[in-house]
């Protein structure tokens, strides 16, 4: 029952991935898709500045780089979600985590200091919470084997 809530786990934390990244690969959706979540955040009244649609072509192509790189790392935890306990896929699964922390650490900085719409620190926070999920199942499963 455990490894198969870790597999469901690791299932939902990459669909995640790919669902709020996959608008930001292409050229002409990413607009869209920031303007999406500066409406949400205002409905739900959050704050922060909202998010200003790049004029730069070389930060939209970071944006859509991003995008690219959120929805592989998503296909790779969908991946390894097919056996967590190989000891590759342990350790790709505590990296994930870690990479899943350092962000939500640093939309908490850019939430604080540049006034970041606050939707970003709800996504932030789930990432956190899927770390805290994946290092309880590695815990319970035996992390001591990832080493």
């Not at 939209?60 to 780089?65: D, E, P, Q, V, Y």
């Not at 979600?81 to 990479?99: A, E, T, V």
């Not at 932030?124 to 499963?141: A, H």
């Amino acid at each position: 029952m455990t490894l198969r809530n870790f597999k469901r786990l690791l299932v939902v934390s990459g669909a995640f991935n790919i669902i709020a990244a996959f608008l930001f690969i292409f050229p002409f959706t990413y607009k869209y898709y920031i303007n999406f979540f500066n409406r949400f955040n205002d409905v739900l009244e959050l704050g922060g500045k909202k998010i200003t649609i790049p004029t730069d072509i070389f930060h939209a192509l970071f944006i859509n780089t991003a995008g690219i790189d959120l929805v592989l790392i998503g296909i790779i935890v969908l991946l390894v979600s097919k056996d967590p306990m190989n000891k590759i896929n342990r350790k790709i699964i505590l990296f994930n985590g870690l990479g899943r922390t350092l962000f939500a650490l640093i939309i908490t900085y850019y939430a604080l200091v540049n006034e970041l719409i606050r939707i970003f620190v709800a996504i932030g926070f789930i990432d956190v919470v899927i770390t805290i999920g994946f290092i309880y199942y590695l815990c319970k499963l035996g992390i001591r084997q990832t080493a």
